[in-house]
């Protein structure tokens, strides 16, 4: 089915702005060969949003020939100039803030005014943040020998294939994007097929500002189709993912025939420790924060909580009561404080349904939620009830498995070395949190907990100055600060021979 290249949109507020649908390549938006198109669903009436068009094989071999063509070029551009591109980029996304926040809680689902115009705000400190290193990327001089010199100079990969998820579109795809061009790389990221909108939005940004075409290319696409293209083309130098464990082990295999550089952001199930002398009320509310924000549709979300037993019955009445009255559900453009909107999907939505009720038949008890909600217009969308679960074991499934939506178990412990045993029970390892007073017992348990990332006293509290990922099966790689910029040069050795070595 042909669609038009861009259509007029009209949302919920008000806003009226034209939605691209093609796929965009050398600055252009384009139709895909084959002229297969995606259907967008919106989360909280499961009407079609719109469709755009779908890359295959065929539309990554177009891309990928125009970021080879535009690398020659790019890989020459100086670093300031990299930067005051990044720079105008942010500028725009911060003159358009309250569009491009509206245009994401459309596409995802999120609330507009207590969740996606924050993702835009993510954006925007991503793009600063590395347009100021754009001219600060450099090597050594290593000289050990006074009959030799040598330097090291950083260089880009070249063409990197990113691929971004659906839980935060726009923001995910800045973390990738504004390194990989400060460092001088080319791009060709895919949108979620669940998310496609935003991102479409976004990349004429990178025309009107004044990158050279072929230097970023956006494309909508499936994962076993454009998603497996990228891995496996030979030109492509580096694979960029954040998404589920599963799919992660795919892009690795994928990318492995042509030795592929490959980041893996994947799947979580952190977990966060409360200690007896824990501030309650800030526990309380972090513990919230780390679990029912963005629908629970975080990979770092810390939904395994662990309370010392002295405390548990107390931090469960409390925690129950906060989160029943502070975390409102509702559609994405509800002004009246809703926290908690609907699942990016059905196909998600009733993903967390079935854990929910492998929890129930396993035996944990619910204390809050555990079912969809159906309450009034919220029984069109696909809306999950915030769900607290207690009393449950290190075994049961919801314990063990990433569930992707607004459910948290919670379970008792004793001492600190049980607490850290039950952290560290897990396959995963992304991030952890811990709530004490006492300082020296919470970096003692921070360095014996086995994850990427620690948080001491809050959840979920991530900064773009900070390296963000994880270890054991939550992925390879970091992104976000100096260590983000890192994943995306290759270090170069010139040796030179002062005249006197032979």
Not at 106 to 119: H, Q
Not at 209 to 231: D, E, H, K, Q, R
């Amino acid at each position: 089915m042909s669609i038009p290249l861009e259509y007029e949109v009209t949302l919920p507020d008000g806003q009226k702005f034209n939605q691209p649908s093609g796929l965009f390549i050398n600055n252009e938006f384009i139709k895909s060969i084959n002229g297969k198109t995606i259907e967008s669903i919106n989360p909280s009436t499961g009407e079609v949003n719109g469709s755009v068009y779908a890359a295959e094989k065929e539309d990554v071999d177009v891309a990928v020939k125009a970021a080879k063509e535009a690398f020659k070029h790019w890989k020459k551009v100086t670093g300031v100039k990299r930067g005051i591109l990044l720079n105008k980029i942010a500028d725009k996304l911060q003159e358009q803030r309250d569009l491009f926040g509206a245009i994401e809680a459309w596409d995802s689902g999120k609330n507009k005014t207590t969740n996606a115009v924050f993702d835009v705000d993510i954006c925007i400190s991503v793009f600063r943040y590395y347009a100021g290193w754009a001219d600060k990327i450099t090597g050594k001089v290593i000289q050990n020998d006074p009959k030799k010199l040598a330097y090291t100079v950083h260089e880009p990969l070249g063409i990197v294939g990113q691929i971004v998820p659906w839980n935060y579109p726009i923001a995910m795809a800045a973390w990738k994007l504004a390194p990989a061009l400060a460092a001088g790389n080319v791009i060709i990221l895919k949108t979620s097929e669940i998310t496609p909108l935003s991102l479409l939005n976004v990349a004429r940004l990178f025309k009107e500002v004044g990158f050279p075409p072929g230097v970023v290319n956006i494309i909508s696409g499936y994962g076993a189709t454009a998603g497996t293209a990228l891995c496996v083309h030979p030109d492509i130098a580096k694979i960029a993912f954040t998404g589920s464990t599963a799919t992660g082990k795919l892009i690795s295999k994928a990318a492995s025939d042509t030795m592929k550089a490959v980041t893996l952001e994947l799947g979580g199930k952190s977990p966060l420790i409360i200690r007896a002398d824990a501030d309650l009320d800030q526990a309380v509310k972090w513990a919230a924060i780390g679990i029912m924000s963005n629908q629970g549709q975080i990979c770092t979300a810390t939904s395994r909580i662990y309370v010392q037993e002295s405390i548990y019955e107390k931090f469960l009445e409390a925690y129950a009561t906060h989160v029943k009255s502070k975390f409102k559900q509702g559609t994405m453009f509800n002004t009246d404080g809703v926290i908690v909107g609907p699942q990016v999907s059905k196909l998600q939505r009733d993903k967390v349904l079935r854990f929910i009720d492998i929890g129930k038949k396993e035996g944990a008890r619910v204390v809050l939620g555990g079912e969809a909600n159906t309450e009034g217009d919220l029984s069109k969308g696909f809306f999950v009830k915030p769900t607290i679960f207690a009393d449950v074991k290190p075994e049961m499934t919801i314990v063990q498995e990433e569930i992707f939506g607004p459910v948290v178990s919670v379970g008792k412990y004793t001492t600190d070395d049980e607490a850290l045993f039950l952290a560290n029970n897990t396959n995963y390892g992304l991030g952890a949190a811990i709530f004490t007073k006492d300082l020296v017992v919470a970096h003692t348990m921070a360095a014996e907990i086995e994850s990427g990332m620690v948080w001491i006293n809050s959840s979920n509290d991530s900064d773009v100055h900070i390296p963000f990922g994880g270890v054991k099966m939550s992925g390879v790689g970091r992104e976000l600060g100096e260590y983000g910029l890192t994943m995306y040069t290759q270090p170069k050795a010139i040796h030179v021979n002062l005249g006197t070595k032979l």
